[in-house]
């Protein structure tokens, strides 16, 4: 049973540099969300993929961030010019919708650390 | 503003006995109500679910409870083991298909 991959596990970068971050869905699944953890808090909601159209995108995801999923499959997380304030675990989930329970699955997150 | 609200970050249970974790929310579009929980180095795994048209919802030794009156929910687990030692999330959304908000999380702390 494969589950949601995340690559890198962790990213080590400088201020100013760009980072892409990749995620594997569960093969079947068409939703395809990406969420941001930073100490002490919860997840919280970035964006989200039906297929390969994105349909939702949170405020928090400033003009330096860009996601893609362009085949409906997989999807990169680009964070362009990074800040300190990026600093933080980024999590990757999918589910099948419709169906009777919204279960999104998690990957294990990209830790990002900007120096 | 955090709609989804945990204020207890960690609690500890003897083993055996019940842990109880609570949570609040203030928006009323809410329809759906989730429990994730934890590990280090993990991604949240899904735990359980209720609908708004519920108040109570049982899997085992997990339940959760609505009161939509008080906008609160919780997570009885009965009985408390060590491996349920974690981080617990309450999560919300306004229906099944829609983004999920999640609280700060609970650490959950099962002693021996």
């Known amino acids: 049973d494969t589950g949601v991959s995340q690559n890198p596990r962790h990213k080590i970068t400088k201020r100013g540099q760009n980072v892409t971050f990749r995620c594997d869905p569960i093969s079947e699944h068409n939703r395809l969300y990406w969420y941001r953890q930073t100490l002490g808090q919860g997840p919280e909601f970035l964006t989200y993929?039906?297929?390969?159209?994105?349909?939702?995108k949170s405020r928090l995801l400033s003009d330096r961030f860009s996601a893609e999923r362009p085949k409906g499959s997989f999807s990169t997380l680009e964070i362009q010019r990074t800040e300190q304030g990026d600093s933080a675990m980024y999590l990757c989930?999918?589910?099948?919708?419709?169906?009777?329970?919204?279960?999104?699955?998690f990957g294990p997150g990209t830790r990002l650390t900007v120096l | 503003d955090q709609q989804v609200k945990q204020n207890s970050p960690s609690l500890s249970v003897q083993e055996g006995r019940i842990s109880i974790l609570n949570c609040d929310y203030t928006?009323?579009?809410?329809?759906?109500f989730l429990w994730y929980k934890k590990y280090p180095a993990e991604g949240p795994t899904f735990l359980i679910s209720i609908s708004s048209i519920k108040d109570k919802n049982e899997d085992g030794r997990f339940t959760v409870f609505l009161n939509k009156s008080a906008k609160h929910l919780s997570l009885h687990i009965v009985p408390s083991q060590p491996g349920d030692s974690a981080v617990y999330f309450c999560a919300a959304s306004r229906n099944r298909d829609d983004k999920i908000i999640f609280g700060k999380g609970t650490r959950l702390h099962i002693l021996p």
């Open positions: 993929f039906q297929n390969e159209a994105q349909l939702e």
């Open positions: 989930a999918s589910s099948l919708v419709p169906r009777l329970w919204n279960e999104q699955f």
């Open positions: 928006n009323s579009m809410f329809d759906y």
